[in-house]
């Protein structure tokens, strides 16, 4: 196993910490079992050789033949049924721990995947994070339950009967432990071959289930466009090369099986020949060479299911490669001290300290932004809002005005300059207090599945009387009514019982009962029929008066009523100014203006 491969096991190991006592049980049992296995063909051995006089055990022989056959028989009987009573035993705590571990896991790595930063996701594809979330981390938690176990089991069970043959008859003994040198040296050859190969079916599954989550999410697109047909082309071409790196696993798989086999006969063979040749030299007894010859086979049924556990080692070791590498990841987005080092020297005091109290003010100095470096959307961005005012944000598709929204929620990080909240460089306000000061309506409203009630709540504490009365105010009961259950009314996968007005009229509604410090609407009535926007738009004053709000706008009623208009331009600030003043400068809002009066284009 190379370096980084140990060092991934040995971090994921801390997950077995937590159940020290149930993993000494497993290992506390290895060496009985392995001695119940041993002892069983040296006793059947014994059996024959008192049979023909020939007992190597001085207290047997002084015993009557039928006692001592008895003796040996109810010995074999108790090691049977111990052997399988300590087998089924550990079995149960190995699963158990398997599962155990598989929780811990799977827990961390959701928790590890829900603060990676937007950046990282944008270049995951949901599909193979699911996969790592699932396939993986099952089988690294067989790896650490029955793979590893098994292999210590193995392990301890091939130098119980290797000192075991070596005391009863030294020649034997090493010529058995010789055939072990070939397997040993096969299978280390095989190991990286079989390691890439199936890092290679991981990496395929993972493209197999992206394509496959892709459809499901677009069935709408595509069943409108029809491209059934030509999707599943794709997808068949990535269902073949899937199976084409699986047959390469098998390969592997078969060849170190079929290889054990071979060299076990061998044995056998060899233990027949030269075993037989001492017995007629008489230089050793028929009861020892039958110990030797159950002892071939005993020795080599751990390579066996060494053999059969090659994929699921191999496939586990891939698992945590893979596991490590998103656990590996670093979080882009992290609460940081309030004495924070920004490359531009912080001011004011920073959340929390004393004569801290928000009040709205937001501002950006010299910020520059890009999701690729040769791609910049915000260059050099320096602007202030003051406390309780209303500004639009105005500019055509691509000028940076969603991302200047992700920059300020610290979804992402800019490369060069800083926002600041209240005269604080957001980088020192801790993000459950920051996001907690900030109301976000996207125009793309998500729902989770679950009631509308929870839906609305989010991680707020409110009960449901006062959830009743927040949404009378706001005038939600129209909607609820029509509702089957009202608040308890459970909402399909994205909202999706639900119209689009709808769903924004809950997003609107969450946000309100958050009374944030800054609102932050990315054109929230978009989808919304002019009745239900009439409806709200008496709420979203109220939700809007005395608190900063930054709205991006493509509706001329909504930019008029802002108290600044800034437009941008390729992630600059080419404008800004109220509606009036703008027309009367003539410029690119002037321009756009004039456009959507016309009907041929958005602000």
Same mark, same amino acid.
């Given at each position: 196993m190379?370096?980084?491969?140990? !060092?991934?096991?040995?971090?994921?190991?801390?997950?077995?910490?937590?159940?020290?006592?149930?993993?000494?049980?497993?290992?506390?049992?290895?060496?009985?079992?392995?001695? /119940?296995? +041993?002892?069983q063909?040296l006793?059947?051995?014994? +059996?024959?050789?008192?049979l023909?006089?020939?007992?190597?055990?001085?207290?047997?022989?002084?015993?009557p033949?039928?006692?001592?056959?008895?003796?040996?028989?109810?010995t074999?009987?108790?090691?049977?049924?111990?052997?399988?009573g300590?087998?089924?035993?550990?079995?149960f705590?190995?699963?158990?721990?398997?599962?155990?571990?598989?929780?811990?896991?799977?827990?961390?790595?959701?928790? =590890?995947?829900?603060?990676?930063?937007?950046?990282? =996701?944008?270049?995951?594809?949901?599909?193979?994070?699911?996969?790592?979330?699932t $396939?993986?981390?099952?089988?690294? /938690?067989?790896?650490?339950?029955?793979?590893?176990?098994?292999?210590?089991?193995?392990?301890?069970?091939?130098?119980?009967? $290797?000192?075991?043959?070596?005391?009863?008859?030294?020649?034997?003994?090493?010529?058995?432990?010789?055939?072990?040198?070939?397997?040993?040296?096969?299978?280390?050859?095989?190991?990286?071959?079989?390691?890439?190969a199936?890092?290679?079916?991981?990496?395929?599954?993972?493209?197999?289930?992206?394509?496959?989550?892709?459809?499901?999410?677009?069935?709408?697109?595509v !069943?409108?466009?029809?491209?059934?047909t030509?999707?599943?082309?794709?997808?068949?071409?990535?269902?073949s090369?899937?199976?084409?790196?699986?047959?390469?696993?098998?390969?592997?798989?078969s060849?170190?099986?079929?290889?054990?086999?071979?060299?076990?006969?061998?044995?056998?063979?060899?233990?027949?020949?030269?075993?037989?040749w001492?017995?007629?030299?008489?230089?050793?007894?028929?009861?020892?060479?039958?110990?030797?010859?159950?002892?071939?086979?005993?020795?080599?049924?751990?390579?066996?299911?060494?053999?059969?556990r090659?994929?699921?080692?191999?496939?586990?070791?891939?698992?945590?490669?893979?596991?490590?590498?998103?656990?590996?990841?670093?979080?882009?987005?992290?609460?940081?001290?309030?004495?924070?080092?920004?490359?531009?020297?912080?001011?004011?005091?920073?959340?929390?300290?004393?004569?801290f109290?928000?009040?709205?003010?937001?501002?950006?100095?010299?910020?520059?932004?890009?999701?690729?470096?040769?791609?910049?959307?915000?260059?050099?961005? $320096?602007?202030?809002?003051?406390?309780?005012?209303?500004?639009?944000?105005?500019?055509?598709?691509?000028?940076?005005?969603?991302?200047l929204?992700?920059?300020?929620?610290?979804?992402?990080?800019?490369?060069?300059?800083?926002?600041?909240?209240?005269?604080?460089?957001? &980088?020192?306000?801790?993000?459950?207090r920051?996001?907690?000061?900030?109301?976000?309506?996207?125009?793309?409203?998500?729902?989770?599945?679950?009631?509308? /009630?929870?839906?609305?709540?989010?991680?707020?504490?409110?009960?449901?009387? &006062?959830?009743?009365?927040?949404?009378?105010?706001?005038?939600?009961?129209?909607?609820?009514?029509?509702l089957?259950?009202?608040?308890?009314?459970?909402?399909?996968?994205?909202?999706?019982?639900?119209? $689009?007005g709808? &769903?924004?009229?809950?997003?609107?509604?969450?946000?309100?009962?958050?009374?944030?410090?800054?609102?932050?609407?990315?054109?929230a009535?978009?989808?919304?029929?002019p009745?239900?926007?009439?409806?709200? !738009?008496?709420?979203?004053?109220?939700?809007?008066?005395?608190?900063?709000?930054?709205?991006?706008? =493509?509706?001329?009623?909504?930019?008029?009523?802002?108290?600044?208009?800034?437009?941008?331009?390729?992630?600059?600030?080419?404008?800004?100014?109220? =509606?009036?003043?703008? &027309?009367?400068?003539?410029?690119?809002?002037?321009?756009?203006?004039?456009?959507q009066?016309?009907?041929?284009?958005?602000?």
């Open positions: 190379a370096a980084t491969d140990f !060092q991934r096991v040995r971090r994921l190991g801390r997950y077995l910490s937590q159940d020290r006592r149930r993993l000494w049980i497993i290992l506390s049992l290895l060496l009985p079992l392995s001695l /119940a296995g +041993a002892i063909p006793l059947v051995g014994e +059996a024959i050789s008192i023909r006089n020939e007992s190597t055990f001085p207290w047997l022989s002084a015993l033949m039928s006692t001592a056959v008895r003796i040996l028989v109810g074999l009987l108790f090691s049977v049924l111990l052997r399988l300590l087998q089924g035993f550990q079995s705590n190995i699963e158990s721990l398997g599962q155990r571990l598989t929780a811990r896991i799977r827990n961390d790595l959701f928790a =590890h995947a829900m603060a990676l930063s937007l950046r990282f =996701h944008d270049r995951m594809p949901v599909g193979k994070l699911l996969t790592r979330l $396939s993986d981390v099952n089988a690294l /938690a067989e790896v650490f339950g029955s793979g590893a176990v098994g292999v210590l089991t193995d392990l301890v069970t091939l130098v119980v009967i $290797s000192v075991t043959m070596i005391l009863i008859e030294w020649r034997l003994g090493v010529l058995l432990l010789l055939t072990q040198v070939p397997v040993t040296l096969v299978i280390l050859w095989l190991q990286r071959r079989f390691r890439k199936n890092y290679r079916v991981r990496e395929e599954l993972s493209q197999l289930n992206a394509d496959f989550q892709e459809n499901l999410q677009g069935l709408e697109v !069943q409108m466009f029809r491209r059934e030509f999707n599943g082309q794709l997808f068949e071409r990535t269902g090369a899937y199976r084409q790196a699986v047959n390469g696993t098998i390969f592997y798989d060849s170190i099986s079929a290889f054990v086999e071979w060299v076990a006969l061998v044995a056998v063979a060899a233990v027949l020949a030269f075993g037989g001492m017995v007629t030299a008489e230089t050793m007894g028929l009861g020892i060479l039958t110990t030797f010859i159950l002892y071939s086979q005993r020795l080599f049924e751990p390579l066996r299911q060494l053999a059969d090659f994929t699921q080692i191999q496939g586990g070791l891939t698992a945590v490669e893979r596991i490590g590498e998103l656990l590996e990841q670093p979080l882009d987005i992290v609460d940081q001290s309030s004495d924070y080092q920004s490359p531009i020297k912080p001011a004011s005091v920073a959340p929390g300290s004393k004569g109290a928000p009040v709205g003010e937001v501002v950006f100095e010299g910020v520059s932004f890009a999701y690729r470096p040769d791609e910049p959307i915000l260059q050099d961005l $320096s602007f202030r809002i003051a406390p309780g005012e209303h500004v639009a944000l105005v500019g055509p598709t691509g000028s940076g005005k969603t991302t929204i992700r920059l300020l929620c610290r979804l992402y990080e800019p490369q060069l300059g800083r926002i600041m909240l209240d005269g604080v460089d957001i &980088r020192t306000i801790p993000l459950q920051l996001r907690k000061q900030l109301g976000v309506v996207l125009q793309d409203t998500f729902l989770f599945s679950g009631n509308v /009630a929870d839906n609305l709540r989010l991680d707020a504490s409110i009960d449901d009387d &006062r959830l009743r009365e927040i949404c009378r105010d706001l005038g939600l009961d129209p909607l609820l009514n029509r089957p259950q009202g608040l308890e009314t459970e909402l399909r996968e994205r909202g999706g019982n639900l119209s $689009s709808e &769903r924004q009229l809950l997003a609107v509604a969450r946000v309100a009962i958050r009374n944030p410090t800054v609102l932050v609407m990315d054109e009535t978009a989808f919304m029929d009745s239900t926007e009439a409806t709200l !738009q008496r709420d979203l004053d109220r939700l809007l008066e005395r608190r900063t709000a930054v709205v991006i706008a =493509h509706r001329l009623a909504t930019v008029e009523a802002a108290d600044r208009i800034m437009v941008l331009r390729r992630g600059k600030l080419v404008e800004q100014g109220t =509606h009036l003043e703008l &027309r009367a400068q003539g410029g690119l809002y002037s321009q756009l203006a004039e456009l009066e016309r009907g041929l284009a958005k602000l």
